[in-house]
């Protein structure tokens, strides 16, 4: 059984980071994992993760998906399994990556299979809102808060899908943080201009702007956000735009929580994935090759718990 176990190896997927301190921190979730489950846990960025120096990251190179399905290490391994480290189904998860999947399943000699687990957020789960909320307590009782006005933050998206994402955890948290603060809205970091993507409003930057002019001394930016980065890192956008704001507006106090990924609850939610699909829960199975070695089917098998994608995306 415990070899069975460590013969079991995961991805651990984020959106990939310049930032070193983002590649650490998936690093030591999936060390967590790992020693948790036993199985193989290997932590990678979709993207950019690989082009850190490794004298930044204790030594150890930072690797990417993308780099490593067009490498030869990756033409040795016959099943792939994807543990997403995003909230919501972006187009990261629906198109990008399993259009590479796909591509690296066809090419091979022999039989190749991959699965998407889900994302953290699953509609009514309300886990990523109870760890807001706490993150949010927190900084009120350091701060001497009184009654804040509460903003939770996500980056932005094109893709209404994971915006309701943000509005189910939104409406969670109001819901735990109603007695305890002064006013509530979602809002974003950045968004596309086009009015096709206004289901993104307010911008954070507004938001601060309007709090202001409603008299609102104590505003708290609950941030949706994972690990750091240029976005949520120390001195990301997310800083840069609340530190202008203070700047321009001397009376008003704006706090950040802390971020997400290293909380007990979202390593349960993904302790939760993986224990569902090695109990065969989730299967997104593809390129079932025939003897000469060419693609014959494609199936989708339907589960009540694993990452669904059309054929069509797949």
Same mark, same amino acid.
């Given at each position: ?5 460590q %013969? ?22 999936? /060390? ?6 036993n ?11 690989? $082009?850190i120096?490794?004298?930044?990251l204790?030594?150890?190179?930072? #690797?990417?998906?993308?780099?490593f ?7 040795e ?29 066809? $090419?091979?000699?022999?039989a ?7 994302c953290?957020?699953? $509609?009514? /789960? ?5 760890v807001?909320?706490?993150h ?5 009782n =350091? ?13 932005g ?15 969670q @948290? ?12 979602? +809002? +974003?970091? #950045?968004?596309?201009? %086009? ?7 307010? @911008? ?6 309007? +709090? ?5 001394? /104590? ?8 690990s ?17 704001? =203070? ?10 929580? #802390?971020l997400?990924?290293?909380?007990? @609850?979202?390593?349960e939610? @993904? ?7 090695? =109990? ?7 390129? /079932?090759?025939?003897?000469d070695?060419? +693609? ?9 718990k ?9």
């Amino acid at each position: 059984m415990q070899n069975r176990l460590q %013969e079991r190896k995961y991805f651990l997927v984020d959106n990939g980071s310049l930032d070193p301190e983002a590649v650490k921190n998936l690093r030591l979730i999936a /060390d967590q994992l790992q020693k948790e489950t036993n199985f193989n846990i290997r932590p990678m960025g979709l993207m950019h993760s690989h $082009k850190i120096p490794p004298s930044s990251l204790d030594g150890i190179a930072g #690797e990417s998906i993308d780099a490593f399905l067009r490498s030869e290490e990756a033409e040795e391994f016959t099943t792939i399994l994807i543990l997403p480290f995003f909230f919501g189904p972006s187009r990261a998860f629906t198109a990008w990556l399993p259009e590479r999947l796909k591509q690296w399943a066809e $090419k091979g000699n022999k039989a190749r299979s991959y699965r998407i687990l889900d994302c953290l957020h699953q $509609k009514g /789960d309300d886990r990523i809102a109870r760890v807001l909320a706490e993150h949010s307590m927190q900084a009120i009782n =350091e701060t001497e808060m009184q009654e804040p006005y509460l903003a939770l933050v996500d980056h932005g998206t094109p893709v209404r899908e994971v915006n309701f994402v943000r509005e189910e955890i939104g409406t969670q @948290l109001q819901a735990i943080m109603s007695n305890k603060i002064k006013g509530f809205s979602t +809002c +974003c970091m #950045e968004r596309r201009p %086009e009015k096709k993507y206004d289901f993104n409003e307010p @911008l954070l930057a507004t938001l601060l702007d309007e +709090c202001s002019k409603k008299g609102m001394e /104590d505003i708290l930016v609950a941030q949706l956000f994972l690990s750091p980065g240029r976005h949520a890192g120390k001195n990301g956008d997310l800083a840069r735009i609340c530190s202008i704001f =203070e700047q321009q507006n001397s009376k008003v106090r704006v706090i950040r929580t #802390e971020l997400l990924g290293k909380h007990p @609850l979202i390593r349960e939610i @993904l302790l939760d994935r993986l224990h569902a699909d090695f =109990e065969g829960a989730g299967k997104l199975e593809l390129s /079932d090759k025939g003897d000469d070695g060419t +693609c014959t089917d494609v199936e989708l098998l339907k589960s009540p718990k694993g990452f669904q994608l059309p054929l069509s995306e797949v």
